[in-house]
C-alpha cells in the first residue's frame, strides 16, 4: 500500500519549535511552511486536520526536511512537499507551488482525496 510522506520546510527539535511558533506569533505572514501553517495552529494540531487523519484510510507518514533528508540522502525536493511512496519509488503526491496555492486545511483535505482517489484507479 502506498504512503503520502509530508516534508516539512521545518527541522526538527525543541529549538526549532520555538523559533517556529514565535515565527508564527509575530510574522505569520512571512513564515515558510505553508504545510504547517494548514495542518498546524500556532500550539497545537488543527482539528479538522486530526479528524481528517483519524478517519481516512490513506498511511501518512511526517518528518521534518532533516528527519527527511536523513532517511532519503539521495533525493532533492523543495519544501514542504508530499511524496507519495510505494514499494518501487518516491514520487510527488504535491508539490511545494501546489501546497503554497492552498488556502486552508479543507482545501487541503479535498485535494488529497481527490488525487489519492485518482491514484487508486
Same mark, same amino acid.
Given at each position: 500500500? @502506498? ?26 505572514? &512571512? ?9 498546524? @495552529? ?14 481516512? @484510510? ?17 533525493? &532533492? ?45
Amino acid at each position: 500500500m @502506498n504512503t503520502l510522506i509530508f516534508v516539512y520546510n521545518a527541522n526538527s527539535g525543541i529549538k526549532n519549535l520555538a523559533i517556529d511558533v514565535a515565527h508564527k506569533l509575530f510574522s505569520p505572514k &512571512t513564515y515558510t511552511c505553508n504545510l504547517c501553517a494548514l495542518t498546524y @495552529n500556532t500550539f497545537t494540531e488543527n482539528i479538522i486536520w486530526k479528524d481528517f487523519r483519524s478517519r481516512t @484510510n490513506l498511511n501518512f507518514e511526517f518528518l521534518h526536511s532533516d528527519q527527511f533528508e536523513a532517511k532519503y540522502p539521495n533525493k &532533492t525536493f523543495s519544501y514542504p512537499i508530499i511524496l507519495n511512496r510505494n514499494k518501487n519509488s518516491l514520487d510527488i503526491f504535491l508539490s511545494k507551488d501546489e501546497i503554497n496555492s492552498l488556502s486552508s486545511v479543507e482545501e487541503l483535505i479535498f485535494t488529497i482525496e481527490s488525487k489519492s482517489c485518482k491514484m487508486l484507479r
